[in-house]
């Protein structure tokens, strides 16, 4: 059963909903500061590696809001790893939690990682697309080579990042992402179906990707084009890793591919239309 130290389940419950201190929430929404040339670098290669996006006392406070999430919306899944399916075996997935708990919200809506995605896309204003928590288990598998695009209905897929923030060290051997450079290329695209049957594109084999090491507080941001995965966990400990996904205001919901239709972001929406929804608030 999941446990994290010192954390009891009522204890989750309480941290959740209880008010998050000023001085958190003031290191949430005060700007990183991000040199031209890692936008530079991330626009050239669609990542980009950043360190200490989070420190000290507020990553301290954001680890365990989050630890209390995941657990409350796993505590009734008693499966061992060898009981779950390929794709749950790579982690423990635990998406939309900024809806449900007033503590993540705070977190996701942090216009410190919200101004780093805008920056990086080179846009105006970002949105909120959806966050979830990424804990791969000990001993889970590797995260099989995808690109996220293929999963979200968007018109532009190159103005889509993803933050993902190491909340404790995430070495290699614990399942670090990584990934191929210079592959948010339209003409690269190619879906694989991570859920049921993957697949490493052909255009990929003989290509090295770049791996990322980090430590607590650090975070990789990704283009929704970028072809990336992330190895197994040989460690004893969980990989802590919250994501928050973005997209650049004006993006417009692409209904025209069935198998990503019916993302909850785009509740209520036509095709071609801007995406703005309760679910999907300007940040920036
Ligand atoms: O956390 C992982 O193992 C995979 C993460 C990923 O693919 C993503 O955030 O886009």
Redesign the pocket.
């Given at each position: 059963m999941l446990q994290f130290k010192d954390l009891t389940r009522d204890q989750a419950k309480e941290l959740l909903f209880q008010e998050t201190p000023s001085e958190i929430l003031d290191r949430y929404n005060e700007p990183y500061p991000l040199e031209q040339e890692k936008i530079d670098y991330y626009l050239e290669n669609g990542f980009i590696i950043l360190k200490n996006v989070l420190d000290g006392e507020t990553l301290r406070h954001a680890r365990q809001v989050i630890q209390a999430a995941v657990l409350l919306r796993k505590e009734h899944d008693e499966r061992k790893l060898k009981e779950k399916s390929a794709y749950e075996q790579?982690?423990l997935q635990c998406g939309y939690l900024c809806w449900d708990y007033p503590a993540l919200k705070n977190f996701v809506f942090g216009k410190r990682f919200a101004g780093i995605a805008r920056d990086l896309m080179n846009v105006d204003h970002a949105r909120l697309w959806h966050d979830?928590a990424?804990f791969?288990e000990p001993g889970g598998r590797?995260?099989d080579v995808?690109q996220?695009s293929s999963y979200w209905p968007v018109d532009k897929p190159e103005l889509t990042t993803?933050m993902?923030l190491a909340l404790n060290s995430v070495p290699v051997h614990k399942?670090s992402?990584y990934f191929y450079p210079q592959t948010h290329k339209p003409e690269m695209r190619e879906y694989v179906d991570?859920f049921k049957n993957p697949h490493l594109p052909k255009h990929l084999k003989n290509k090295k990707p770049v791996e990322s090491s980090l430590e607590p507080g650090d975070a990789t941001f990704?283009t929704g084009l970028t072809f990336?995965?992330?190895g197994a966990n040989q460690s004893q400990e969980y990989?802590e890793?919250m994501?928050v996904?973005y997209i650049a205001d004006g993006v417009k919901f692409d209904a025209t591919d069935d198998r990503n239709a019916t993302h909850t972001s785009c509740n209520g929406l036509e095709d071609g239309q801007i995406i703005d929804t309760q679910y999907t608030p300007r940040l920036t």
């Open positions: 790579s982690f979830q990424l791969k590797s995260t995808h996220d993803t993902w399942g992402l991570i990704h990336h995965g992330a990989r890793g994501t996904i």
